[in-house]
């Protein structure tokens, strides 16, 4: 009897696990009790998880270029929309890079909600370095009230520019909805952001060329979107800082 019971345990395969919180089992889902995936099997989550490092890699690529034609246009214009798009841009690729290190590995990292707590720490001090560049920007320029001249080609570049990052930011609600990550929304919120100030600096240009009298709406644009920057940074910092304490409190009791 004992003969037989060993031979069978001989035939199971050796499993190495890496007993860390919400390691997948065999099912490709995590052993905890309330499982963050349960409408999706293990390929759907390996497919998401394939799509965000995609949409991510896709920002770094076309943000790269964006932001070099928005600083250009705004050395150019003495646009504050341009600008603060243009930083917007760096913005969203340093936020995309964060979601590629959350994400990298094997599909087992999906559910680490340590590197998860510390993609969003990093989002966090990124949104607020973000707004103080874009304030220390925009007040000289409504103190000295200077005008932008943006062009036509300005215009169009910043109309592409509107079209690109919400398409960016569609897809990283999407991914971030199907995976309920907060790193990727809040790189969508990054993307949003991107996309507003493009569309505003398109909008403000025509309202200026309409009206100079409105030649301030261009930098309240632009401190519009810091203080939401602002905002959303120290959210972030706060829920998440506040949760890697009680985190590490659970640990050492």
Not at 3 to 20: A, F, T
Not at 190 to 211: D, E, K, P, R, Y
Request: charged letters at 15%; proline letters at 3%; glycine letters at 6%.
């Amino acid at each position: 009897m004992e003969g037989i019971e060993l031979s069978s345990l001989e035939k199971q395969p050796i499993v190495k696990h890496d007993y860390s919180a919400h390691e997948p089992n065999l099912n490709g889902h995590p052993t905890s009790d309330q499982d963050p995936y349960p409408d999706l099997t293990a390929e759907q989550v390996a497919f998401y998880r394939f799509c965000a490092l995609l949409v991510a890699w896709l920002s770094v690529v076309l943000l790269i270029i964006l932001a070099a034609f928005s600083f250009t246009a705004s050395a150019l214009t003495g646009s504050s929309a341009a600008f603060g798009f243009g930083f917007d841009c760096l913005l969203d690729i340093g936020t995309s890079v964060v979601v590629i290190w959350r994400f990298k590995g094997s599909s087992g990292t999906v559910y680490s909600e340590e590197k998860e707590r510390r993609a969003l720490i990093v989002l966090g001090f990124l949104f607020i370095v973000a707004c103080c560049t874009i304030l220390i920007h925009c007040i000289p320029e409504l103190a000295n009230e200077e005008v932008p001249t943006d062009s036509v080609w300005v215009l169009i570049i910043a109309s592409v520019s509107s079209v690109i990052c919400f398409g960016l930011a569609f897809g990283k609600f999407f991914v971030a909805w199907k995976l309920n990550s907060q790193s990727i929304k809040s790189d969508g919120y990054s993307s949003l952001a991107g996309a507003v100030t493009s569309l505003s600096w398109v909008v403000t240009a025509f309202a200026i060329q309409a009206n100079d009298k409105l030649w301030f709406t261009d930098d309240v644009v632009g401190l519009l979107v810091a203080l939401l920057l602002l905002y959303y940074g120290i959210r972030l910092l706060m829920v998440n800082i506040r949760s890697s304490c009680c985190y590490s409190g659970e640990s050492k009791s």
